[in-house]
């Protein structure tokens, strides 16, 4: 099948920068978007950074300027630099990709497990 690996997470003091990996891999036949959704506690997930397969990204209000999603050359693997960190970032953070399967040819919907990022002093 598909498996989504996430890392890259930690703590950071605000005005810190980590950087987010997820790598995609399986039976996978094409991938049309990837993307990064968060979640904080109490709060409904929502989307940070996405980039489709035509290398158009779009940024949620909150983070343009500085955060910048990116994709390796197979385009299998995407991050997400994340600079001038606020407290308001700590969230967990979700890798999600669009994806054909390559037997089933079936398109859905594809979830990493998570990685906590925390901005605190």
């Known amino acids: 099948q598909v498996q989504l690996v996430e890392s890259g997470g930690g703590l950071v003091q605000p005005g810190g920068s980590l950087r987010l990996s997820c790598a995609a891999s399986?039976?996978?036949?094409?991938?049309?978007?990837m993307g990064w959704y968060r979640q904080a506690p109490g709060k409904q997930r929502e989307l940070v950074a996405k980039s489709t397969s035509g290398s158009s990204t779009t940024y949620a209000d909150s983070v343009k300027g500085r955060f910048t999603i990116s994709r390796d050359n197979a385009k299998t693997t995407m991050y997400l630099q994340m600079n001038s960190l606020k407290p308001e970032d700590t969230a967990v953070y979700y890798c999600n990709v669009d994806l054909r399967l390559q037997y089933t040819l079936r398109r859905g919907d594809y979830w990493g497990q998570g990685t906590q990022v925390t901005v605190s002093s």
């Open positions: 399986g039976s996978i036949r094409s991938i049309y978007a």
